[in-house]
């Protein structure tokens, strides 16, 4: 065995000793080389250790079995079933289709993408939608919505992914062959698209007639999509609570912004729309700070506020505000407040038959200029002005879950 691990890997090795550093893509072809070299090994000590188990095996089989001549057929019958019960087997695809679909369910994504690589009848099963859908929810649906799941259509239907469909005119380096040796977590994320970042262009291809564009994604959209956001490969929009954390500006606030997973650190890298002279990037945003926008409405469209004539004293709300017309909104928690005159009796309290709606914002210290603002309910429009900002659509808090949410980010010290 060791002479053939020897040749296996050494010509390898060799290379990565004599191939200059000037030479053309050196870098792709030594861990190419690298990568052939460990499979070849790792097989063979996989196939010398189970070579040499069964000839144990065997031998001691046959010991027990040369005194058996004296055995009647039915004992001789006996020992050979309790010795290779592994024969009797029922095969993975034989299951019936009830149980096949269980197993392929309770697999996690790298084994179910190493399923699909053993036959075609295992590939068309491991890649259907609904098996990556349960995956996707379970663990990106914190953090994906609608939008998100929008914009990587849009990326299917104008060609704009590298990795959700296969490329015909793209020449497939040994690495990308051998894709299925290992779950696509560790080949495809560390590996292969690490070719793509360092490596120089290709030659170009015999020229091709461009594909027609998609309508729709195609059945594998969904295991592209859950790879694409797991590697770090696809922005996201979502929003994030507290934006530059640690800010004091930003305290009770959720924006708008584009994400990427980072596998190693098990966080995320925000990028946000313009905030004054330059776009603002935040690493290492924690899974608790992300949500799915609750609405549609863009980042510097005024929302349509449908709730102010709902809106009662002690309601939960949070509202659009920006520094200026050029801003981005961002929304702002607060609490719906009473009149000035009113005595806060719940019994005798008529703030909510007043056109003026009173929102407060109590993690700031009273007196203060951002504690308290006024809006109507019949007509509001953004109101505001360059010293404090403007104020745009109200939408009102109706979960607890979304309340607690909110209060989780409270300030340890009222500001000022």
Known sequence: MLP???ISTLPAFTLLLVVPVAAHRPFKLVRELGLVALLLARELLHHSASAAWGGRKERERGLRIMPSKAMSASALAAVEEREEPAAAALPLLDLPELVLERVLE??????????????AALRDRCSTDSLWERHVRRKWGQVLGAAARKEWEAELSTGRSADALPQPSR?????????????????SCRWLKGDAV???????????????PLLAPPACSVAAWYRA?????????AQVYNREDGHVGFVLSCYDAHLRYDRRTDTFTARYPPHGRKPAKEDGVQWSRIRVPPVSTPAHDLHASGCLA????GDNFEIQWRKNKDFPYGWWYGVVGHQEPCNANEHLCRCHEDDVVVLEFKHYAPGSRWRQTTVSRKDHREKGDETDGFYGGIRKLQTNEEISTWRKFWPADVLN
């Open 229 to 237: 956001v797991e590697c770090g490969e696809f922005w996201f929009p």
């Open 4 to 6: 053939l691990l020897l």
């Open 106 to 119: 309770e697999l996690p994504p790298p084994s179910l993408a190493a399923m699909a690589c053993v036959c």
């Open 198 to 212: 360092v490596a120089e262009p290709e030659p170009a291809p015999v020229p091709v007639p461009a594909p027609a």
């Open 310 to 313: 709902d809106l009662r004293p």
């Open 171 to 187: 020449r497939r380096g040994w690495a990308d062959s051998l894709a299925c040796a290992w779950p696509f977590s560790w080949i």
